[in-house]
């Protein structure tokens, strides 16, 4: 099982106690190669430094990487993505159905994928007394 930095981890210091090796996000970990304790493999996993997903690529700068989850979630919810990008974000929210993504085919459309709720029409009726 592959681990991923999703925060720069310090791996050595100098007698100055400067950092001279670090593993940066999207790095694959491990703990040995690291020279991490135990402790220390643990602490990083409950606190999300390290995790098993994948450090999202392609950030733009200064964007964090819960933002670029959220924009592929709601990309696939309209229909913007193909079959494996839906079935990879799918595998990571733990909503996949492995026989449903098994068989599915084809590219998900705009008409498929949930429509926003207009509210438009809804605060015009109860303006009108509707």
């Given at each position: 099982m592959a681990y991923y930095a999703w925060s720069p981890i310090v791996t050595k210091r100098n007698e100055q106690g400067m950092?001279?090796?670090t593993i940066q996000p999207g790095d694959t970990v491990a703990q040995k190669a690291a020279g991490l304790s135990d402790a220390d493999w643990e602490y990083l996993l409950e606190t999300g430094v390290i995790r098993e997903e994948e450090y999202p690529e392609?950030?733009?700068m200064g964007q964090a990487p819960a933002e670029k989850e959220r924009e592929q979630?709601?990309?696939m919810y309209r229909g913007e993505l193909d079959p494996?990008?839906?079935e990879e974000i799918q595998i990571k929210l733990g909503t996949a159905d492995p026989a449903t993504?098994?068989?599915t085919s084809g590219k998900q459309t705009k008409a498929s994928a949930p429509e926003p709720e207009d509210i438009t029409t809804t605060v015009e009726a109860k303006k009108a007394g509707g």
């Open positions: 950092t001279t090796e392609n950030l733009d979630v709601q990309a494996d990008e839906v993504l098994e068989a």
